[in-house]
């Protein structure tokens, strides 16, 4: 089966990490990429950060460039967003994405930044 699973998120205070996880099912991370999606209440779904499939180069939206890293542990088959020096305005409900055409979504992992 096909799937995508995040887990990490939660609530914290401005400044503070957080390390968000996508488990693939039914296909690696080697060899398909995978993106990190995020929405906001009332705003447009955006790009956070990708990660290619094969060498793995990763790209990031300039909102999040420099705080946040996405990273992927083959073993696991595991696609990590580490989120570090949190914003209130970084909240929001967090997607993983990928598989074959990047059919495939996560169900979603809120974090929630105040103070």
Same mark, same amino acid.
């Given at each position: 089966q096909v799937q995508l699973v995040e887990s990490g998120g939660g609530s914290v205070h401005p400044g503070e990490s957080l390390r968000l996880s996508c488990a693939a099912s039914g296909f690696t991370v080697l060899e398909y990429g995978i993106r990190w999606y995020r929405q906001a209440p009332g705003k447009e779904?955006?790009? %956070?950060a990708e990660i290619t499939n094969g060498p793995g180069h990763t790209s990031y939206a300039d909102s999040v460039k420099g705080r946040f890293?996405?990273?992927?542990?083959?073993?696991?088959?595991? %696609?990590?967003?580490?989120?570090?020096?949190?914003?209130?305005?970084?909240?929001? %409900?967090?997607?993983?994405?990928?598989?074959?055409?990047?059919?495939?979504?996560?169900?979603?992992?809120? %974090?929630?930044?105040?103070?």
């Open positions: 779904r955006e790009l %956070v890293t996405i990273s992927r542990d083959k073993d696991k088959n595991t %696609v990590y967003l580490q989120m570090s020096g949190l914003k209130p305005e970084d909240t929001a %409900v967090y997607f993983c994405n990928g598989g074959y055409l990047y059919k495939t979504w996560g169900q979603g992992t809120q %974090v929630t930044v105040s103070s």
